[in-house]
């Protein structure tokens, strides 16, 4: 017989009954759902509605079930729905007709929004520390092959040069937001609904704070109301957790292309790369392409939520049951996802050279040639047209800014009709510093700002991450 079955007079139709269970998912709750009943127990004590051999009997059963369930022996009766019917009816198996005390002044609906806040706390804990692990990764890459120099890209066409570090600590300052956007729903997660009964309030003078202490909550929530019908916290997490998720793809993504032999900037290990059934000259960055693939169903479960609440009154409805799937799945991807790239990171190999090399296309230093004009007197706008001019002769002519001869450049200068232009277009030496001034290594030292790509800074930088992120 159903837990809630006095007011029927027929049983449920297996059909409704398959269809309404949610054992096979929110059975991960069973732990979370035990220390809260173990906490409901003792503010059902301290408010005398148990002796305290009640009391004591009630949690030592509940403790026996969670040892139970540590150890993977409890088994689930698909019969009674979910984990709190089950893990009741395992209770009253356990200890006798004490459990049906237990159930005073809780509702499944309170009890739910209990447990799931619990789960959601170890679960940015735990992600927390996923997400650590791979900043640890990128930076220690950085340490490694940093100093490295490629193309950085706007458009996907060649920009400016850049250290490889500068490149990796981007992605550490992306997951170092997506660390704090989940500290930032922890901490409005963290209150207990507890006491608020089905969506009124317990009707026994339930001690909610110090129900709310021992659950390592920060206080009990404000409106019973609120409390069985606030699903925030789940949609705070997936949007955290999908943001999260775009970082790592654009991540998956840049590697996609940098293992193409035609980049050849990186190869990633076989440990980390997978084979095809046909060619056998194959060496594919699947796990770079899962991450990119699974991030569709991380947004998906953000939006499925979303959809899910906004139609829904006040007061518990059971569509919040389907509040747990996607985020457990979104929860296990992304945690997945961070360990795979991870791992992928701790075993690539750069080439340095192939990096290096690709800094010879695409005239990358031209800025910097303007800028070096600009210093040597020129208005930027001006500096940009004569640098036009160069790459221009430098295309026809099949070679690099540096390689210019001092004609060519005089030429530039003196066309552009400026006199800071042709004043510099006389001085002997200001070819030799234009063609200085297009040197890779030069560029990026002239970057030499917070936040730019100049060694000095990117050296800084990666120990300053060293120093925050330890490890
Ligand atoms: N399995 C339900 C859920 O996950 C638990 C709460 C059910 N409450 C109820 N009144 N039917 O949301």
Same mark, same amino acid.
Request: aromatic share 4%.
């Given at each position: 017989m159903e837990l809630w079955g006095g007011r029927f007079r027929e049983g449920i139709d297996r059909r409704l009954a398959d269809f309404s269970r949610s054992i096979e998912i929110d059975a991960a709750l069973a732990d979370d759902d035990l220390v809260g009943s173990i906490a409901h127990v003792h503010g059902l004590a301290a408010a005398g509605l148990l002796t305290p051999d009640e009391g004591a009997a009630l949690v030592a059963g509940l403790e026996g079930l969670r040892g139970e369930v540590a150890a993977g022996t409890l088994s689930w009766d #698909? %019969?009674?729905?979910d984990v709190h019917l089950n893990l009741e009816a395992a209770l009253a198996s356990r200890? @006798?007709? /004490?459990?049906?005390?237990?159930h005073t002044g809780r509702s499944r609906n309170d009890q739910v929004a209990t447990d799931l806040r619990l789960w959601a706390r170890r679960a940015v804990d735990a992600l927390d520390g996923a997400i650590l692990a791979m900043e640890r990764a990128l930076v220690g890459l950085a340490e490694r092959d940093g100093d490295a120099v490629l193309p950085g890209t706007t458009h996907i066409q060649p920009a400016q040069p850049i250290l490889l570090g500068h490149h990796l600590l981007a992605y550490v300052e992306m997951l170092e937001r997506d660390r704090g956007r989940l500290a930032d729903a922890r901490r409005r997660l963290n209150? !207990? #609904? /507890? *006491? !608020? @009964? %089905? /969506? %009124? *309030?317990?009707g026994f003078p339930l001690d909610r704070e110090a129900i709310a202490v021992e659950l390592g909550f920060d206080g009990p929530s404000a409106n019973s109301l609120d409390a069985v019908s606030d699903r925030d916290f789940v949609v705070e997490l997936l949007a955290a957790l999908a943001l999260g998720m775009v970082h790592l793809s654009r991540l998956a993504e840049e590697l996609t292309w940098w293992s193409n032999p035609r980049f050849g900037f990186v190869r990633l290990s076989d440990s980390f790369s997978t084979g095809s059934s046909m060619m056998p000259n194959k060496k594919n960055p699947d796990p770079a392409e899962l991450v990119r693939g699974r991030t569709g169903s991380v947004i998906g479960s953000l939006t499925g939520v979303l959809a899910m609440l906004k139609g829904l009154p006040l007061g518990y409805q059971r569509d919040l049951q389907e509040d747990k799937a996607p985020l457990f799945e979104a929860v296990g991807t992304f945690a997945a996802s961070l360990d795979v790239l991870t791992g992928l990171l701790g075993t690539i190999t750069i080439d340095r050279e192939r990096m290096r090399a690709a800094t010879d296309e695409g005239y990358i230093t031209a800025t910097a040639v303007a800028d070096a004009l600009v210093r040597s007197g020129l208005p930027f706008r001006v500096a940009h047209r004569v640098v036009g001019g160069l790459v221009a002769a430098a295309e026809a002519a099949g070679v690099g800014l540096a390689a210019l001869d001092d004609t060519t450049i005089a030429a530039a200068l003196n066309a552009a009709g400026d006199p800071a232009a042709t004043r510099l277009a006389a001085e002997p030496e200001a070819p030799g510093r234009l063609r200085a001034a297009a040197d890779v290594d030069a560029a990026l030292a002239?970057?030499?700002?917070? @936040? *730019?790509?100049a060694p000095v800074r990117v050296t800084a930088a990666i120990a300053a991450a060293r120093g925050r992120l330890g490890g």
């Amino acid at each position: 017989m159903e837990l809630w079955g006095g007011r029927f007079r027929e049983g449920i139709d297996r059909r409704l009954a398959d269809f309404s269970r949610s054992i096979e998912i929110d059975a991960a709750l069973a732990d979370d759902d035990l220390v809260g009943s173990i906490a409901h127990v003792h503010g059902l004590a301290a408010a005398g509605l148990l002796t305290p051999d009640e009391g004591a009997a009630l949690v030592a059963g509940l403790e026996g079930l969670r040892g139970e369930v540590a150890a993977g022996t409890l088994s689930w009766d #698909p %019969a009674l729905e979910d984990v709190h019917l089950n893990l009741e009816a395992a209770l009253a198996s356990r200890i @006798g007709p /004490l459990a049906g005390r237990l159930h005073t002044g809780r509702s499944r609906n309170d009890q739910v929004a209990t447990d799931l806040r619990l789960w959601a706390r170890r679960a940015v804990d735990a992600l927390d520390g996923a997400i650590l692990a791979m900043e640890r990764a990128l930076v220690g890459l950085a340490e490694r092959d940093g100093d490295a120099v490629l193309p950085g890209t706007t458009h996907i066409q060649p920009a400016q040069p850049i250290l490889l570090g500068h490149h990796l600590l981007a992605y550490v300052e992306m997951l170092e937001r997506d660390r704090g956007r989940l500290a930032d729903a922890r901490r409005r997660l963290n209150v !207990s #609904p /507890l *006491g !608020s @009964g %089905a /969506l %009124a *309030g317990a009707g026994f003078p339930l001690d909610r704070e110090a129900i709310a202490v021992e659950l390592g909550f920060d206080g009990p929530s404000a409106n019973s109301l609120d409390a069985v019908s606030d699903r925030d916290f789940v949609v705070e997490l997936l949007a955290a957790l999908a943001l999260g998720m775009v970082h790592l793809s654009r991540l998956a993504e840049e590697l996609t292309w940098w293992s193409n032999p035609r980049f050849g900037f990186v190869r990633l290990s076989d440990s980390f790369s997978t084979g095809s059934s046909m060619m056998p000259n194959k060496k594919n960055p699947d796990p770079a392409e899962l991450v990119r693939g699974r991030t569709g169903s991380v947004i998906g479960s953000l939006t499925g939520v979303l959809a899910m609440l906004k139609g829904l009154p006040l007061g518990y409805q059971r569509d919040l049951q389907e509040d747990k799937a996607p985020l457990f799945e979104a929860v296990g991807t992304f945690a997945a996802s961070l360990d795979v790239l991870t791992g992928l990171l701790g075993t690539i190999t750069i080439d340095r050279e192939r990096m290096r090399a690709a800094t010879d296309e695409g005239y990358i230093t031209a800025t910097a040639v303007a800028d070096a004009l600009v210093r040597s007197g020129l208005p930027f706008r001006v500096a940009h047209r004569v640098v036009g001019g160069l790459v221009a002769a430098a295309e026809a002519a099949g070679v690099g800014l540096a390689a210019l001869d001092d004609t060519t450049i005089a030429a530039a200068l003196n066309a552009a009709g400026d006199p800071a232009a042709t004043r510099l277009a006389a001085e002997p030496e200001a070819p030799g510093r234009l063609r200085a001034a297009a040197d890779v290594d030069a560029a990026l030292a002239s970057c030499d700002v917070i @936040g *730019g790509t100049a060694p000095v800074r990117v050296t800084a930088a990666i120990a300053a991450a060293r120093g925050r992120l330890g490890g």
